[in-house]
Nanobody, 123 residues
């Protein structure tokens, strides 16, 4: 079992950047694939990015490709989401999630979820 705690959200102007972090408990962090998802008001939760256990593979939603970067530090039990060139449409609550399956681009395989961190991008 793993517990996830996100941080790093906030208010930023369009064109700015933020770095989200997700710290995990437990001693088996490197056995989990990790993902970031987001949910805007009135919208369904959507996939943002994912990284495999050994960081050999990363995946991105088309809407963030080239602007966001997912990475992980297994020594620190932490996964990051570097978000550059932010747009107002990136405004959402961002969640990190973990699965012991291969990295997935949809929410269903992810068993463990953090509580979310709010990102607001002003125009």
């Amino acid at each position: 079992q793993v517990q996830l705690v996100e941080s790093g959200g906030g208010l930023v102007q369009a064109g700015g950047f933020l770095r989200l972090s997700c710290a995990a408990s437990g001693r088996t962090f490197n056995t989990y694939s990790l993902g970031w998802f987001r949910q805007a008001p009135g919208k369904e939760r959507e996939f943002v990015a994912a990284v495999s256990r050994g960081s050999t593979s990363t995946y991105y939603a088309d809407s963030v490709k080239g602007r966001f970067t997912i990475s992980r530090d297994n020594a620190k039990n932490t996964v990051y989401l570097q978000m550059n060139s932010l747009k107002p449409e990136d405004t959402a609550v961002y969640y990190c999630a973990a699965t012991q399956r291969v990295a997935a681009l949809h929410a269903l395989p992810y068993r463990y979820w953090g509580q979310g961190t709010q990102v607001t991008v002003s125009s």
